[in-house]
């Protein structure tokens, strides 16, 4: 059974940096993408940026270009999502998703809570 656990949220003041964490176990990941999302109480979930973990290929959000970086330890089967730069409009609950196919998220995690202070 897939599992992933996400770490690293707090509250932050617009300009730091924070950086996610998504443990994950319960399969051998080599063919998923993985996902971070954020949903907010006026928006719907987000996608925030991805990456394929066999290649490292990665893909972001227009909002999050430049500031948030995606990337992946295969040793420790964990994904993370540095964020740097953070603006108000980045507070948000983060979510950690893997899709075997590179179609849809069939795995979630909990959600870590992002607050970004102006």
């Known amino acids: 059974q897939v599992q992933l656990v996400e770490s690293g949220g707090g509250l932050v003041q617009a300009g730091g940096s924070l950086r996610l964490s998504c443990a994950a176990s319960?399969?051998?990941?080599?063919?998923?993408?993985m996902g971070w999302f954020r949903r907010t109480p006026e928006t719907e979930r987000t996608i925030v940026a991805t990456?394929?973990?066999?290649?490292?290929?990665?893909s972001y959000a227009d909002s999050v270009k430049g500031r948030f970086t995606v990337s992946r330890d295969n040793t420790k089967n964990t994904v993370y999502l540095q964020m740097n730069s953070l603006k108000p409009e980045d507070t948000a609950v983060y979510y950690c998703?893997?899709?075997?196919?590179?179609?849809?998220?069939?795995?979630w995690g909990q959600g870590t809570q992002v607050t970004v202070s102006s």
């Open positions: 998703a893997a899709s075997p196919t590179g179609g849809p998220y069939l795995y």
């Open positions: 319960g399969r051998t990941f080599g063919t998923y993408t």
């Open positions: 990456i394929r973990w066999s290649s490292g290929y990665t």
